[in-house]
């Protein structure tokens, strides 16, 4: 690319502060805010009508916000749309593909509007054709691709001009299980060169690919943070989960009957020589101390005790616990 204005020192690749957008009287989304650092990928998660793609639509120049900025590579979003759009890489849900071009075609006149100068526009082809596994279908009619391959190609048309930040809206949408495995590589190889927000209803590929997750609902950010720091945020304090060496699951039980603000959830057999047991303990106690007083009463019963920790909490499980608590407030809300 060529005649890009010089990019002020940014904090992060991608800024968001206050950010809010409403049509008429509905609010889509309000007062967000979150960063995205460089080389980063981040997973950006919300039940349907959440803020999502509107979100990413104002970051990519497509919508204006009502309220708040964004910056992308140091450029403000309302100020210099143009600048932020030639850094750009964005596939929205449905690629905006052209079915009668062939890919080839196709991918030389994306590069061509997008700046991509002559010389180096065979190469930039080329380079996305590659990285994308298209070489098999670049003389193909976009009209005569399968879904996997059309997405594909709304890929390459996002990294064409090599841009530093590529926001993908829902990338592995009507996929078979092969081709999310295909594009979730992909997506992956991308990071540290490029900075990656990720949209995706698919909870377990976040885990896989994401370094750091926005959870937004009812346009309202919920959560940000890695997956391990809103597990440990999110954990329940009032379970937990032992191994245990007993003879008998009676004597277990017997050993933590006394205890009233603690309810023996299972007790399932691990092991048959030595007799082991994996208990899952639930208490309605306030305070941290009922653990530790778990573990007293089973070592003075004789039972020997193994491993004691917290049930760790799934990311599917964090996200429904924060939509629905985020629902349930709203629902308060709107009833007052």
Not at 2 to 8: E, H, R
Not at 190 to 196: K, N, P, Q, V
Not at 290 to 316: F, H, K, M, N, T
Not at 320 to 327: A, C, F, G, K, P
């Amino acid at each position: 690319m060529t005649g890009l204005p010089t990019a002020p020192v940014a904090r992060a690749a991608i800024e968001v502060e206050h950010l809010s957008k409403t049509y008429g009287r509905f609010t889509a989304i309000r007062d967000i805010s979150f960063q995205v650092n460089a080389g980063e990928i981040m997973g950006f998660l919300g039940p349907n009508g959440a803020g999502k793609t509107t979100s990413m639509r104002i970051l990519a120049g497509y919508l204006p916000a009502t309220e708040g900025t964004a910056r992308v590579a140091g450029f403000d979003v309302h100020e210099n749309p143009m600048a932020v759009r030639q850094r750009i890489g964005y596939l929205p849900e449905n690629p905006p593909l052209y079915p009668d071009m062939t890919v080839e075609a196709y991918l030389h006149f994306v590069a061509q509007i997008k700046r991509v100068s002559a010389g180096d526009r065979p190469r930039r082809v080329d380079e996305v054709i590659r990285r994308c596994s298209l070489e098999d279908r670049r003389h193909t009619l976009i009209r005569k691709l399968s879904k996997g391959y059309k997405q594909r190609v709304g890929l390459a048309q996002a990294l064409v001009h090599d841009p530093p930040v590529i926001i993908l809206d829902e990338p592995t949408i009507g996929l078979d299980p092969k081709q999310i495995i295909e594009v979730r590589n992909l997506i992956k190889s991308l990071a540290g060169e490029h900075t990656i927000i990720l949209s995706t209803h698919i909870l377990p590929e976040v885990s896989m690919t994401c370094d750091r997750v926005v959870i937004i609902n009812r346009g309202q950010v919920a959560a940000v943070g890695t997956p391990a720091e809103l597990t440990a945020q999110l954990q329940d304090r009032q379970q937990a989960k032992l191994v245990v060496g007993a003879a008998e699951e009676a004597a277990i039980r017997a050993a933590l009957q006394n205890l009233m603000h603690v309810e023996v959830v299972s007790v399932q057999p691990l092991a048959a020589d030595p007799p082991r047991w994996q208990l899952q303990l639930k208490s309605n106690a306030s305070a941290e101390g009922w653990i530790p007083e778990v573990a007293r009463a089973l070592v003075q019963a004789g039972i020997d005790l193994y491993e004691i920790g917290r049930p760790q909490a799934s990311l599917e499980e964090i996200f429904l616990q924060l939509t629905t608590q985020e629902e349930a407030a709203g629902a308060l809300e709107e009833a007052a």
